[in-house]
């Protein structure tokens, strides 16, 4: 069974950082493509950005620049560093370990880690 937990959220200022983490259990690390996504009250999940097994990454237009995801195989850990963070990345943060075979496509998610932004 294949479990992720999220962790390093908090409250922080604007322009301050936040690194999260993502633990994931279960299955061989190394072919997740994993992502994360975030949720602001009231608002639907949005993906923030991914990396695949591969190392590539990709970001949401709205955080590029000031968020960097990597990946450390030997942890079974990715991690979101944050930078210059703004009142508008407050939100729920979700990582998404995706395992796809010929066929389909198996997604597992955590249970999310807030992250507030304010002053």
């Known amino acids: 069974q294949v479990q992720l937990v999220e962790s390093g959220g908090g409250l922080v200022q604007p322009g301050g950082s936040l690194r999260l983490s993502c633990s994931v259990s279960?299955?061989?690390?190394?072919?997740?493509?994993v992502a994360w996504y975030r949720q602001a009250p009231g608002k639907e999940r949005d993906m923030v950005g991914f990396?695949?097994?591969?190392?590539?990454?990709e970001y949401a237009d709205s955080v590029k620049g000031r968020f960097t995801i990597s990946r450390d195989n030997s942890k079974s850990t990715v991690y979101l560093q944050m930078n210059d963070l703004l009142p508008g990345d407050t939100g729920v943060y979700f990582c998404?370990?995706?395992?796809?075979?010929?066929?389909?496509?198996?997604?597992?998610w955590g249970q999310g880690t807030q992250v507030t932004v304010s002053s």
């Open positions: 990396v695949r097994p591969n190392g590539q990454t």
């Open positions: 998404k370990a995706t395992l796809s075979t010929w066929t389909d496509d198996h997604d597992y």
């Open positions: 279960g299955g061989i690390f190394s072919f997740y493509k």
